[in-house]
T-cell receptor, first 110, second 114 residues
Framework: SQQGEEDPQALSIQEGENATMNCSYK?????LQWYRQNSGRGLVHLIL?????REKHSGRLRVTLDTSKKSSSLLITASRAADTASYFC??????????FGTGTRLTIIP | KAGVTQTPRYLIKTRGQQVTLSCSPI?????VSWYQQTPGQGLQFLFE???????NKGNFPGRFSGRQFSNSRSEMNVSTLELGDSALYLC?????????????FGPGTRLTVT
């Protein structure tokens, strides 16, 4: 199996600004999923992008995928205090186990 | 559809005891995975069950075990609890969609070992 490596490890921005976080992985994938985790809670599924897609939108979220560079990015536009959380990417290949990196800790400053 | 449910949500046990955690997947999902999350080690994969069979396994000692029932509900058991087993235990269910496997998590069970 493989895990995604999120970058940066921590990010602080002003409310209303855009936040971008990146994910890198090592082998071919079928899809890549992004999750959000608020402190001490379960992971919330944000968005899934297929390996043959390059970009996907969901509300204020925009995800890109570059399979040639084995990387993905998550953009959150017009950030809100409620976006403060840790964000994880999860590249998936077949039925291999899904493992996780350390995530990006996003802090929105009011 | 109801999401992944985990019971109990909070649990306090004493060192040396054993504990059983339960997970009910989203209806129609046949795969259930378990994770342990601690501040020091992050999110670590324990095991995955699919159609009552263990399909993938992480690097945890034999004190950690699991099983899956015919209705896809899963239980995880930890025997001879140690202080270091204090963690958030997350369950996730998966289904095979057009884009490959999609995985959804439950709210977790917070286990404290004293």
């Amino acid at each position: 199996s493989q895990q995604g490596e999120e970058d940066p490890q921590a990010l602080s921005i002003q409310e209303g600004e855009n936040a971008t976080m990146n994910c890198s992985y090592k082998t071919s994938i079928n899809n890549l999923q992004w999750y959000r985790q608020n402190s001490g809670r379960g992971l919330v599924h944000l968005i899934l992008i297929r390996s043959n897609e390059r970009e996907k939108h969901s509300g204020r979220l925009r995800v890109t995928l570059d399979t040639s560079k084995k990387s993905s990015s998550l953009l959150i536009t017009a950030s809100r205090a409620a976006d403060t959380a840790s964000y994880f990417c999860a590249p998936r290949r077949g039925n291999e186990k899904l493992t996780f990196g350390t995530g990006t800790r996003l802090t929105i400053i009011p | 559809k109801a999401g992944v449910t985990q019971t109990p949500r909070y649990l306090i046990k004493t060192r040396g005891q054993q504990v059983t955690l339960s997970c009910s997947p989203i209806s129609g999902h046949r795969s259930v995975s378990w994770y342990q999350q601690t501040p020091g080690q992050g999110l670590q994969f324990l095991f995955e069950y699919f159609s009552e069979t263990q399909r993938n396994k992480g690097n945890f000692p034999g004190r950690f075990s699991g099983r899956q029932f015919s209705n896809s509900r899963s239980e995880m058991n930890v025997s001879t609890l140690e202080l270091g087993d204090s963690a958030l235990y997350l369950c996730a269910s998966s289904f095979l969609g057009l884009a490959g496997y999609e995985q959804y998590f439950g709210p977790g069970t917070r286990l404290t070992v004293t």
